[in-house]
């Protein structure tokens, strides 16, 4: 976990903590979807919460102030991979209005069996005053 943090932090890339009382509660963070400069507008995001902190909306807070860092930054696109079957995050990537765009059957492994993966995407506000990163 501490070289995923490292890796995302020196791209450049926000990762945000929910912490209460010395306890991490859930986290969110984004990285580049791909590597090719082609795709340089594009990011995938990930959040996660602790099951015990799960129905208090520290997801949506997370995700929420994910994404504007990532508007900030002037980036495009944000690609959320959801492992399948997996309402809550659905639910979550739908009320903070991203779109299902992809499902690919039994491509990871988890848990000792095949998962399908969906992928859900949101094109971000263009921020006024900030060209975006890369050009």
Known sequence: MARRLGLTTDAGF???????????????????W???SAYRFAAESTVYLDPSATGRGLGTQ???ALLARLASMGLHTV???????????????????????AHFHEVGWKFG?????????????APPDNPPVGT
Request: charged share 20%; proline share 10%.
């Open 79 to 101: 690609i959320g991979g959801i492992a399948l079957p997996n309402p809550a995050s659905i639910a979550l990537h739908t009320r903070l209005g991203f779109r299902p765009a």
């Open 34 to 36: 791909k590597t090719r």
């Open 113 to 125: 069996r095949w998962i399908d993966v969906g992928y859900w995407e949101l094109k971000l506000p």
């Open 14 to 32: 926000p990762w945000l903590v929910w912490d209460e009382a010395g306890r991490v509660l859930g986290y969110a963070y984004a990285g580049p």
């Open 62 to 64: 997370l995700y929420t």
